[in-house]
């Protein structure tokens, strides 16, 4: 068997939303787990519309989303002369022909067409079949020779046969009459150079198969194998859109998301293998296939998606999610922690990612590493610190200054003052809580205590007492 290649073929002309993001998944999934090759092409061709930034913003997406891409990206602009070469190769080969016929004749002839009843008109050219020796000398356009009669047959790995009754397809224009070559022709030409062997695309590309298929018959190639996946729906089951939430990728980051995560999520999205629902890119390579692929749209779903992502922070190991932590604090557009707060960071990470679904609140239960003296309040920390909690942690200051600094030892010794007034632990753990903190909610007040170590927790302890 040959070498499998797909490939990702976005537009720039925006950001990367979320359905290309889970097509290039499918994409590299489906190549890596079979030692493939995953190739990345910008269809960049509508020069009015794309952008650099849009091409930048495609790329940082794809990387922070791990999906790496095989050899250079592929401007599918600069083949635009390699487009035109095979356009006039097939006028050689006689499975194209020139067009002389001007937009007002064809508006004529359909306008006819209409009146005859013909809801939807199929232009046919009288130039097809004509004897080159009554070309005139004017402006043409290269059409492809599309069988009248018959059917086109797609035979879609997704979709299953899709039938195309071949008297419903134009003659396609392919090179037009300032001799730039169009869209549809450009993504065959490419995918064939690239060796591309599965074209693994959104389902709104169906209609497009059945054309791009009689170029390759046009020309003599062999047809790709062709997988048309379902669009993602808002929960709603309505087309997605801005009104749903997040759809550009970067906006998944900025929320806290880990690309483990929006990896695992993306491939649950309209793929299933079994009731399979955490798993890793190993699992997911050696896992997926095509016929895994469900025919029906899928529903975005953001407690599913947090519920994996908090899943993929409790298993990460600290030391790679740390990076991704870091890059999240550029994402959100928050201050870059200091050098300090990093190393604090590392020592908290412990006690911080078994419980959190998101980055946000992970940053957030790290608080009280990422805060500095005099630590602030928050409104329910305040109320904890009355006069009575107060004492009490003055009390507990001395006795912390001496005892070695490990956890059973911290556990034993704010147990014992909690006994001594005849309260339960958790009525010392509170102020304890806001004087470390300044927040009511924290990880254990021992771990924090375990992470500040000694010298900065009996300062903040103090700071209440002065």
Avoid at 189 to 207: K, W
Avoid at 324 to 330: K, N, V
């Amino acid at each position: 068997m040959s070498e499998i290649v797909t490939r990702f073929a976005p537009s720039p002309t925006g950001y990367l939303h979320i359905g290309g993001a889970r097509t290039a998944l499918f994409n590299w999934l489906f190549a890596r787990g079979r030692g493939g090759k995953f190739l990345l092409r910008i269809e960049d061709t509508d020069r009015e519309r794309s952008t650099p930034e849009a091409t930048a913003a495609i790329l940082k997406g794809l990387t922070w989303l791990g999906l790496d891409w095989d050899g250079d990206v592929v401007s599918q602009f600069d083949g635009k002369d390699r487009h035109a070469e095979v356009a006039h190769e097939m006028l050689a080969r006689g499975t194209a022909y020139k067009c002389f016929s001007t937009q007002a004749e064809i508006e004529a002839f359909r306008e006819a067409e209409k009146a005859r009843g013909v809801s939807y008109p199929v232009f046919l050219s009288p130039w097809r079949d004509a004897d080159p020796a009554t070309y005139p000398d004017a402006p043409y356009v290269i059409r492809m020779k599309a069988p009248r009669t018959g059917q086109t047959v797609i035979d879609d790995k997704v979709q299953g046969k899709v039938v195309i009754q071949n008297p419903t397809l134009d003659d396609m224009i392919v090179l037009r009459s300032d001799g730039t070559p169009v869209y549809m022709l450009a993504v065959v030409v490419d995918d064939h150079d690239m060796g591309v062997t599965h074209v693994i695309r959104g389902d709104d590309h169906l209609n497009n198969a059945a054309r791009q298929q009689m170029v390759y018959d046009a020309m003599g190639w062999k047809v790709p194998v062709w997988a048309h996946i379902p669009l993602i729906h808002g929960p709603d089951g309505k087309k997605l859109s801005k009104r749903h939430g997040a759809v550009g990728l970067e906006e998944y980051q900025a929320m806290g998301y880990p690309a483990a995560a929006m990896r695992n999520y993306l491939a649950r999205l309209g793929w299933a293998h079994g009731d399979a629902e955490f798993f890793g890119d190993t699992e997911a390579k050696e896992w997926f296939s095509l016929e895994g692929i469900g025919r029906a749209p899928a529903r975005l779903d953001f407690k599913k998606l947090e519920n994996l992502s908090g899943q993929h922070i409790a298993a990460t190991a600290d030391a790679d999610l740390l990076p991704e932590i870091l890059a999240f604090f550029g994402a959100a557009k928050l201050p870059e922690p200091s050098q300090p707060q990093k190393d604090g960071l590392v020592r908290a990470l412990f006690s911080v990612k078994e419980r959190a679904k998101t980055f946000t609140e992970l940053i957030e239960k790290a608080h009280f590493v990422l805060t500095s003296r005099p630590i602030s309040m928050d409104e329910k920390a305040a109320k904890s610190l009355d006069p009575v909690s107060r004492s009490i942690l003055s009390e507990l200051t001395p006795q912390l200054q001496s005892v070695s600094w490990e956890r059973d030892k911290l556990e034993s010794v704010v147990a014992g003052v909690a006994e001594a007034h005849v309260m339960g632990l958790g009525k010392v753990a509170g102020p304890l809580r806001a004087a470390l903190a300044g927040r009511a909610v924290t990880p254990s007040v021992f771990d924090m205590m375990l992470v500040l170590g000694r010298e900065e927790t009996l300062a903040r302890l103090k700071d209440l007492a002065d």
